[in-house]
Protein backbone atom coordinates (compact mmCIF):
# COMPACT_ATOMS: atom_id res chain seq x y z
CA UNK A 1 0.00 0.00 0.00
CA UNK A 2 1.13 3.58 -0.68
CA UNK A 3 0.35 6.31 1.41
CA UNK A 4 1.46 9.44 -0.58
CA UNK A 5 -0.49 12.82 -1.28
CA UNK A 6 1.58 14.62 -3.59
CA UNK A 7 0.97 13.68 -6.85
CA UNK A 8 4.39 13.73 -8.63
CA UNK A 9 6.07 11.42 -5.92
CA UNK A 10 3.01 9.50 -6.05
CA UNK A 11 3.55 8.93 -9.86
CA UNK A 12 7.49 8.00 -9.03
CA UNK A 13 6.75 5.53 -6.34
CA UNK A 14 4.19 3.69 -8.40
CA UNK A 15 6.71 3.61 -11.48
CA UNK A 16 9.27 2.35 -8.43
CA UNK A 17 7.14 -0.50 -7.24
CA UNK A 18 5.74 -1.23 -10.64
CA UNK A 19 9.36 -2.19 -12.64
CA UNK A 20 10.31 -4.39 -9.42
CA UNK A 21 8.95 -8.05 -10.25
CA UNK A 22 9.13 -8.37 -6.52
CA UNK A 23 6.52 -5.93 -5.84
CA UNK A 24 2.67 -5.55 -6.70
CA UNK A 25 0.90 -2.68 -5.82
CA UNK A 26 -2.13 -3.21 -3.49
CA UNK A 27 -3.37 0.27 -3.12
CA UNK A 28 -2.56 3.72 -3.85
CA UNK A 29 -4.25 6.30 -0.67
CA UNK A 30 -3.75 10.14 -0.69
CA UNK A 31 -4.34 10.40 3.06
CA UNK A 32 -3.95 8.42 6.37
CA UNK A 33 -7.76 8.47 6.51
CA UNK A 34 -7.76 6.84 3.01
CA UNK A 35 -5.47 4.08 4.19
CA UNK A 36 -7.39 3.53 7.86
CA UNK A 37 -10.32 2.81 5.98
CA UNK A 38 -9.38 0.66 3.13
CA UNK A 39 -6.70 -1.12 5.07
CA UNK A 40 -8.78 -4.06 6.31
CA UNK A 41 -9.76 -5.25 3.34
CA UNK A 42 -6.42 -4.49 1.17
CA UNK A 43 -4.62 -6.54 3.72
CA UNK A 44 -1.22 -5.04 2.42
CA UNK A 45 1.58 -6.74 3.14
CA UNK A 46 4.04 -3.28 3.52
CA UNK A 47 3.26 0.12 3.56
CA UNK A 48 5.29 2.98 2.26
CA UNK A 49 4.18 6.15 4.48
CA UNK A 50 4.80 9.74 3.84
CA UNK A 51 4.74 11.76 7.07
CA UNK A 52 3.54 14.90 5.85
CA UNK A 53 0.08 14.26 4.82
CA UNK A 54 -3.58 16.33 4.91
CA UNK A 55 -5.06 15.95 7.71
CA UNK A 56 -3.72 12.82 10.38
CA UNK A 57 0.03 12.89 9.81
CA UNK A 58 2.16 10.24 8.73
CA UNK A 59 3.16 9.39 12.47
CA UNK A 60 -0.64 9.32 13.82
CA UNK A 61 -1.26 7.56 11.04
CA UNK A 62 1.50 4.91 12.21
CA UNK A 63 -0.04 4.74 15.66
CA UNK A 64 -2.95 3.81 14.65
CA UNK A 65 -2.30 0.97 12.01
CA UNK A 66 0.20 -0.34 14.84
CA UNK A 67 -2.38 -0.73 17.15
CA UNK A 68 -5.40 -1.30 14.91
CA UNK A 69 -3.57 -3.28 11.61
CA UNK A 70 -0.06 -4.44 12.57
CA UNK A 71 1.78 -3.95 9.26
CA UNK A 72 5.43 -3.46 7.89
CA UNK A 73 5.84 0.47 7.82
CA UNK A 74 8.49 2.01 5.55
CA UNK A 75 8.57 5.80 6.27
CA UNK A 76 9.46 7.84 2.76
CA UNK A 77 10.90 11.25 4.21
CA UNK A 78 11.20 14.08 2.34
CA UNK A 79 13.22 16.49 3.98
CA UNK A 80 16.52 15.50 6.33
CA UNK A 81 16.55 18.98 7.80
CA UNK A 82 13.61 20.38 9.47
CA UNK A 83 10.76 18.99 11.62
CA UNK A 84 9.28 16.41 9.07
CA UNK A 85 12.79 14.06 9.92
CA UNK A 86 11.68 14.49 13.97
CA UNK A 87 8.31 13.27 13.15
CA UNK A 88 10.31 10.28 10.82
CA UNK A 89 11.91 9.36 14.22
CA UNK A 90 9.18 9.61 16.55
CA UNK A 91 7.06 7.40 13.24
CA UNK A 92 10.13 4.75 14.11
CA UNK A 93 9.38 4.84 17.59
CA UNK A 94 5.83 3.88 17.10
CA UNK A 95 6.19 0.97 15.20
CA UNK A 96 7.42 2.15 11.65
CA UNK A 97 10.58 -0.19 10.64
CA UNK A 98 12.80 1.70 8.42
CA UNK A 99 12.98 5.37 6.83
CA UNK A 100 14.17 5.83 3.20
CA UNK A 101 14.85 8.70 1.42
CA UNK A 102 12.12 10.21 -1.29
CA UNK A 103 13.35 9.85 -4.71
CA UNK A 104 14.21 12.91 -6.71
CA UNK A 105 12.69 12.87 -10.68
CA UNK A 106 14.53 9.88 -12.77
CA UNK A 107 16.91 12.59 -14.30
CA UNK A 108 18.59 12.91 -11.14
CA UNK A 109 22.47 11.45 -10.42
CA UNK A 110 21.12 9.09 -7.73
CA UNK A 111 17.58 8.16 -9.07
CA UNK A 112 18.43 5.04 -10.11
CA UNK A 113 20.09 4.05 -6.56
CA UNK A 114 17.61 5.44 -4.36
CA UNK A 115 14.74 3.93 -6.45
CA UNK A 116 16.09 -0.01 -6.14
CA UNK A 117 17.05 1.37 -2.39
CA UNK A 118 13.77 2.32 -1.81
CA UNK A 119 12.04 -1.33 -3.77
CA UNK A 120 14.44 -3.42 -1.67
CA UNK A 121 13.96 -2.14 1.51
CA UNK A 122 9.53 -2.41 0.98
CA UNK A 123 10.70 -5.74 -0.45
CA UNK A 124 12.70 -7.01 2.75
CA UNK A 125 10.49 -5.36 5.23
CA UNK A 126 7.54 -6.86 3.82
CA UNK A 127 8.56 -9.94 5.53
CA UNK A 128 8.84 -8.77 8.82
CA UNK A 129 6.80 -9.83 11.69
CA UNK A 130 5.13 -7.00 13.84
CA UNK A 131 2.79 -7.26 16.75
CA UNK A 132 0.40 -5.22 17.99
CA UNK A 133 1.43 -1.75 19.62
CA UNK A 134 -0.83 -0.32 22.24
CA UNK A 135 1.35 2.44 23.51
CA UNK A 136 5.01 3.68 23.71
CA UNK A 137 6.72 1.18 25.47
CA UNK A 138 8.33 -1.43 23.76
CA UNK A 139 9.32 -4.40 26.10
CA UNK A 140 6.92 -5.98 29.00
CA UNK A 141 7.84 -7.28 32.34
CA UNK A 142 6.74 -10.93 31.13
CA UNK A 143 9.66 -11.62 29.11
CA UNK A 144 12.07 -10.53 32.35
CA UNK A 145 15.16 -12.31 32.95
CA UNK A 146 17.43 -12.92 35.77
CA UNK A 147 20.14 -9.84 35.40
CA UNK A 148 22.39 -12.09 37.98
CA UNK A 149 22.94 -15.36 35.53
CA UNK A 150 26.59 -14.11 34.01
CA UNK A 151 28.76 -13.30 36.94
CA UNK A 152 30.10 -9.46 36.50
CA UNK A 153 33.68 -8.69 35.56
CA UNK A 154 35.42 -5.37 36.64
CA UNK A 155 34.77 -2.30 35.70
CA UNK A 156 34.58 -1.55 31.74
CA UNK A 157 35.22 1.72 31.03
CA UNK A 158 33.62 1.91 27.28
CA UNK A 159 30.61 0.76 25.51
CA UNK A 160 29.80 0.01 22.01
CA UNK A 161 26.27 -1.02 20.81
CA UNK A 162 25.01 -1.47 17.26
CA UNK A 163 21.38 -1.78 16.29
CA UNK A 164 19.80 -2.20 12.40
CA UNK A 165 16.25 -2.80 11.90
CA UNK A 166 13.89 -1.49 14.82
CA UNK A 167 16.99 0.22 16.35
CA UNK A 168 15.79 3.34 16.88
CA UNK A 169 13.40 2.54 19.39
CA UNK A 170 15.19 0.10 21.24
CA UNK A 171 17.95 2.94 21.44
CA UNK A 172 15.85 5.34 22.37
CA UNK A 173 14.37 2.85 25.40
CA UNK A 174 18.19 1.75 26.09
CA UNK A 175 19.83 5.23 26.69
CA UNK A 176 16.85 7.14 28.16
CA UNK A 177 17.12 4.22 31.00
CA UNK A 178 20.94 6.26 31.59
CA UNK A 179 21.85 9.67 32.83
CA UNK A 180 24.21 12.03 32.48
CA UNK A 181 26.91 10.23 34.98
CA UNK A 182 27.17 7.31 33.41
CA UNK A 183 30.92 6.72 33.49
CA UNK A 184 31.75 5.08 30.19
CA UNK A 185 31.65 6.33 26.80
CA UNK A 186 29.31 5.32 24.37
CA UNK A 187 29.78 4.21 20.32
CA UNK A 188 27.08 3.44 18.58
CA UNK A 189 26.24 2.23 15.01
CA UNK A 190 22.87 2.16 13.24
CA UNK A 191 22.02 1.00 9.96
CA UNK A 192 20.16 3.91 8.53
CA UNK A 193 20.78 5.91 4.91
CA UNK A 194 23.37 8.61 5.35
CA UNK A 195 21.46 11.16 4.29
CA UNK A 196 19.49 10.88 8.27
CA UNK A 197 22.06 10.58 10.50
CA UNK A 198 22.73 13.98 11.87
CA UNK A 199 18.97 14.54 12.18
CA UNK A 200 19.35 10.52 14.16
CA UNK A 201 21.73 11.67 16.03
CA UNK A 202 19.90 15.08 17.08
CA UNK A 203 16.31 13.18 17.51
CA UNK A 204 18.17 10.50 19.73
CA UNK A 205 20.26 13.26 21.88
CA UNK A 206 16.18 14.57 22.86
CA UNK A 207 15.30 10.97 23.84
CA UNK A 208 18.11 10.03 26.76
CA UNK A 209 19.96 13.01 29.00
CA UNK A 210 23.12 11.64 27.96
CA UNK A 211 24.97 13.85 25.46
CA UNK A 212 24.46 12.46 22.08
CA UNK A 213 26.43 13.84 19.07
CA UNK A 214 28.02 12.46 15.61
CA UNK A 215 31.41 11.17 15.90
CA UNK A 216 34.22 12.64 14.86
CA UNK A 217 37.81 11.95 13.76
CA UNK A 218 40.80 11.74 16.32
CA UNK A 219 37.87 12.34 18.86
CA UNK A 220 38.81 11.47 22.03
CA UNK A 221 35.78 9.75 23.68
CA UNK A 222 34.63 10.72 27.33
CA UNK A 223 31.72 9.07 29.81
CA UNK A 224 28.52 10.18 29.49
CA UNK A 225 28.72 11.34 25.83
CA UNK A 226 27.35 8.74 22.93
CA UNK A 227 28.70 8.71 19.73
CA UNK A 228 27.16 8.20 16.37
CA UNK A 229 28.98 6.68 13.28
CA UNK A 230 28.25 9.37 10.45
CA UNK A 231 26.62 8.11 7.42
CA UNK A 232 28.68 5.76 5.32
CA UNK A 233 31.28 6.20 7.53
CA UNK A 234 33.17 2.92 9.46
CA UNK A 235 33.45 3.68 13.17
CA UNK A 236 35.97 2.65 14.93
CA UNK A 237 37.93 2.80 18.57
CA UNK A 238 42.01 3.35 17.53
CA UNK A 239 45.09 2.63 19.75
CA UNK A 240 45.45 5.16 22.17
CA UNK A 241 41.55 4.97 22.61
CA UNK A 242 40.86 8.39 20.31
CA UNK A 243 37.88 7.57 17.34
CA UNK A 244 39.05 7.03 13.71
CA UNK A 245 36.56 7.41 10.46
CA UNK A 246 36.89 5.00 7.66
CA UNK A 247 35.81 5.09 3.92
CA UNK A 248 36.93 1.07 3.92
CA UNK A 249 34.73 -0.94 1.64
CA UNK A 250 31.53 -1.79 3.23
CA UNK A 251 31.37 -5.34 5.04
CA UNK A 252 28.17 -7.52 4.31
CA UNK A 253 26.48 -4.37 2.13
CA UNK A 254 26.95 -1.99 5.14
CA UNK A 255 28.64 1.18 6.23
CA UNK A 256 28.99 2.00 8.97
CA UNK A 257 29.58 -1.56 9.96
CA UNK A 258 29.14 -2.93 13.57
CA UNK A 259 31.78 -5.77 12.71
CA UNK A 260 34.24 -2.78 12.45
CA UNK A 261 33.42 -1.27 15.56
CA UNK A 262 33.27 -4.36 17.58
CA UNK A 263 36.21 -5.89 16.41
CA UNK A 264 38.15 -2.82 16.73
CA UNK A 265 37.13 -2.54 20.56
CA UNK A 266 38.49 -5.84 21.10
CA UNK A 267 42.16 -5.04 19.83
CA UNK A 268 41.93 -2.07 21.45
CA UNK A 269 39.88 -1.95 24.96
CA UNK A 270 39.80 -6.37 25.30
CA UNK A 271 38.53 -6.84 28.77
CA UNK A 272 37.53 -2.89 29.80
CA UNK A 273 34.90 -3.18 27.00
CA UNK A 274 31.29 -4.61 26.70
CA UNK A 275 29.42 -4.79 23.61
CA UNK A 276 25.31 -4.48 22.78
CA UNK A 277 23.70 -6.29 19.99
CA UNK A 278 20.27 -5.22 19.15
CA UNK A 279 18.06 -6.06 17.23
CA UNK A 280 18.85 -6.18 13.23
CA UNK A 281 18.54 -8.15 10.03
CA UNK A 282 21.32 -9.66 8.92
CA UNK A 283 24.37 -10.94 10.50
CA UNK A 284 27.06 -7.54 10.77
CA UNK A 285 28.57 -7.81 14.20
CA UNK A 286 27.51 -11.45 15.63
CA UNK A 287 31.38 -11.34 14.30
CA UNK A 288 32.86 -8.82 16.05
CA UNK A 289 30.81 -9.42 19.57
CA UNK A 290 32.33 -13.33 19.00
CA UNK A 291 35.81 -11.53 18.76
CA UNK A 292 35.29 -8.92 21.80
CA UNK A 293 33.88 -11.81 24.17
CA UNK A 294 37.15 -13.55 23.16
CA UNK A 295 39.50 -11.08 24.05
CA UNK A 296 37.29 -10.73 27.64
CA UNK A 297 34.67 -8.33 27.33
CA UNK A 298 31.28 -8.31 28.83
CA UNK A 299 29.09 -8.86 25.47
CA UNK A 300 25.19 -8.50 25.23
CA UNK A 301 22.28 -9.55 22.89
CA UNK A 302 19.11 -8.44 22.43
CA UNK A 303 16.65 -11.06 24.09
CA UNK A 304 14.72 -12.56 21.15
CA UNK A 305 11.37 -11.89 23.64
CA UNK A 306 11.89 -7.81 22.38
CA UNK A 307 13.73 -8.20 19.17
CA UNK A 308 11.80 -6.31 16.22
CA UNK A 309 14.00 -8.31 14.03
CA UNK A 310 15.69 -11.35 15.69
CA UNK A 311 18.32 -11.52 13.09
CA UNK A 312 21.75 -10.10 14.46
CA UNK A 313 21.71 -11.10 17.93
CA UNK A 314 20.56 -14.69 17.16
CA UNK A 315 23.73 -14.61 14.57
CA UNK A 316 25.70 -13.66 17.61
CA UNK A 317 24.19 -16.15 19.67
CA UNK A 318 25.01 -19.23 17.38
CA UNK A 319 28.55 -18.42 16.90
CA UNK A 320 28.55 -18.18 20.74
CA UNK A 321 29.89 -14.43 20.81
CA UNK A 322 26.93 -13.39 23.28
CA UNK A 323 27.91 -13.64 27.37
CA UNK A 324 24.03 -12.78 27.84
CA UNK A 325 21.18 -12.66 26.10
CA UNK A 326 18.41 -9.94 28.12
CA UNK A 327 15.32 -8.45 27.38
CA UNK A 328 15.36 -4.73 26.21
CA UNK A 329 14.16 -3.31 29.41
CA UNK A 330 16.94 -4.64 31.07
CA UNK A 331 20.14 -4.07 29.11
CA UNK A 332 20.55 -0.43 31.09
CA UNK A 333 20.44 -2.05 34.43
CA UNK A 334 22.81 -4.67 33.20
CA UNK A 335 25.46 -1.59 31.46
CA UNK A 336 25.31 0.39 34.90
CA UNK A 337 26.22 -2.54 36.90
CA UNK A 338 29.35 -3.46 34.36
CA UNK A 339 30.45 0.03 34.03
CA UNK A 340 30.42 0.67 38.10
CA UNK A 341 33.47 0.11 40.57
CA UNK A 342 33.40 -3.10 41.54
CA UNK A 343 33.68 -3.59 46.03
CA UNK A 344 36.45 -5.84 46.45
Known sequence: MLVEDSPTVRTLLCHIIDRDPRLQLAAVCVSAEEALDSIGQVAPDVISMDIRLPGMDGLEATRRIMSEHPTPIVVI????????????????????????EKPAGPGAVAYDKIADAIATQL??????????????????????KSVQEVAT?????????AASTGGPPALAAVLGALNKTFPAPILLVQHMGAPFMEGFASWLNDQTELRVKLAESREIPIPGVVYVAPGDRHLELAPGNFLRLTSE?????????????FQSMARVAGPKAVGVLLTGMGEDGARGLLDMKGAGAFTIAEDETTSVVYGMPAAAVRMGGVSLSLPLDQVAARLKQLTVEQSP
Open 77 to 100: ADSIHDTTLGIAMNALKAGALTVV
Open 123 to 144: FIMSQVPVIRRRGPGVTTSAHR
Open 249 to 261: PPLASQRPAANCL
Open 153 to 161: PSRANIVGI
